[in-house]
């Protein structure tokens, strides 16, 4: 059974990096067939998505953070990990970790990350 499972700060001060890894278990985050993805839904708003990472490592970010986001992944651990720079509280949100196989079939449960001094 495939697994997702984020973890990280809940809090996080403004101007500072969101650093969130998510464990997968089940599946191989190296497998060609699949990638991997962070999405967010802030308060009393729609999905977004951060960026992906691919089987082979490539990644991809949403334009609108591209600039502020980073991707990368330990295989060792069948982790991979979100970085969110100079963050504000409008990035206040819960964060989602998942699995793409045309789309996004598994999800973690998501984390609660709130940016507040």
């Known amino acids: 059974q495939v697994q997702l499972q984020e973890s990280g700060p809940g809090l996080v001060k403004p101007s500072q990096t969101l650093s969130l890894t998510c464990t997968v278990s089940?599946?191989?985050?190296?497998?060609?067939?699949?990638?991997w993805i962070w999405i967010r839904q802030a308060p009393g708003k729609g999905l977004e998505w951060l960026g992906v990472?691919?089987?082979?490592?490539?990644?991809y970010y949403s334009p609108s953070l591209e600039s502020r986001t980073s991707i990368s992944r330990d295989t060792s651990k069948n982790q991979f990990s979100l970085q969110l720079s100079s963050v504000t509280p409008e990035d206040t949100a819960v964060y989602y970790c998942?699995?793409?196989?045309?789309?996004?079939?598994?999800w973690g449960q998501g984390t609660q990350v709130t940016v507040s001094s």
């Open positions: 998942a699995r793409i196989f045309v789309g996004p079939d598994y």
């Open positions: 089940g599946a191989s985050i190296t497998f060609s067939a699949y990638a």
């Open positions: 990472i691919a089987s082979d490592g490539s990644t």
